[in-house]
């Protein structure tokens, strides 16, 4: 059974950075190998905001996250990370992790939430003015 665990949300100015953390637990390739990160605002949809395989590769952001978001992963422990820099009040929201088959991985492009089968608990992330 694939499990995962988001940590590192926390409150922050805006402007300031935070870094997620989410380890996999049941890990197997045919399951869990493409991993991305999605939010939720209050009264909003959830969102894909950036995706990887677990070899490190097939990352897509996006576009309101280039070049202020980081994803990344260390496939000996296991973790995904987001490291998140600049943030912004509209960042604001709970952070999830998400695991799921390599398809997903191989587009190139954001999935939907119903292409990944497993998900953390999420992760709250508060940005003040």
């Known amino acids: 059974q694939v499990q995962l665990a988001e940590s590192g949300g926390g409150s922050v100015q805006a402007g300031g950075s935070l870094r997620l953390s989410c380890v996999v637990s049941?890990?197997?390739?045919?399951?869990?190998?493409?991993m991305a990160w999605f939010r939720q605002a209050p009264e909003k949809e959830r969102e894909g905001v950036a995706l990887?395989?677990?070899?490190?590769?097939?990352?897509v952001y996006a576009d309101s996250v280039k070049g202020r978001f980081t994803i990344s992963q260390d496939d000996v422990t296991r973790t995904l990370y987001l490291q998140m820099n600049d943030l912004k009040l509209e960042d604001a929201a709970v952070y999830y992790c998400?695991?799921?088959?390599?398809?997903?991985?191989?587009?190139?492009?954001?999935?939907?939430?119903?292409?990944?089968?497993?998900w953390g608990q999420g992760t709250q992330v508060t940005v003040s003015a």
């Open positions: 990887t395989d677990i070899g490190g590769g097939s990352i």
């Open positions: 998400a695991a799921g088959a390599p398809f997903y991985c191989m587009g190139e492009r954001l999935q939907s939430r119903s292409s990944f089968d497993y």
């Open positions: 049941g890990y197997t390739y045919r399951d869990s190998s493409c």
